[in-house]
């Protein structure tokens, strides 16, 4: 199993950011996938979720900012970040979670939001 994210950056706050995980090597149709973050001195923490009959789960800071979606066809997942705070500075994973198989970690893309 292979998960590539791409699309962090910088941006000033109020800005937004497009995050991309291309997802192989698994059957995307069993799959939830998810997008965790992790701030300097802090734990991991779910931002949002998908399962493949796209229910949705978010973490309360970023619910009516943040949305997830995916696209069954080309085996990916984005999280589209709006009204971007610096409190959403942290390295963002992506995650795949295979049901009845196992949960898989793309590598952290950064996302920096400044004042």
């Known amino acids: 199993v292979q998960l590539q994210a791409s699309g962090g950056g910088s941006v000033q706050a109020g800005g937004s950011l497009r995050l991309s995980c291309a997802a192989s090597?698994?059957?995307?149709?069993?799959?939830?996938m998810g997008w965790y973050r992790q701030a300097p001195g802090k734990k991991r923490e779910l931002v949002a979720q998908?399962?493949?009959?796209?229910?949705?789960k978010y973490a309360p800071d970023v619910k009516g900012r943040f949305t997830v979606s995916r696209d069954n066809v080309n085996y990916t997942a984005v999280l589209q970040m709006n009204s971007l705070k610096p409190d959403d500075t942290a390295v963002y994973y992506c995650?795949?979670?295979?049901?009845?198989?196992?949960?898989?970690w793309g590598q952290g893309t950064l996302v920096t939001v400044s004042s």
């Open positions: 998908i399962n493949p009959a796209e229910d949705r």
């Open positions: 090597g698994l059957i995307f149709g069993r799959t939830i």
């Open positions: 995650n795949a979670v295979v049901l009845m198989v196992g949960s898989y």
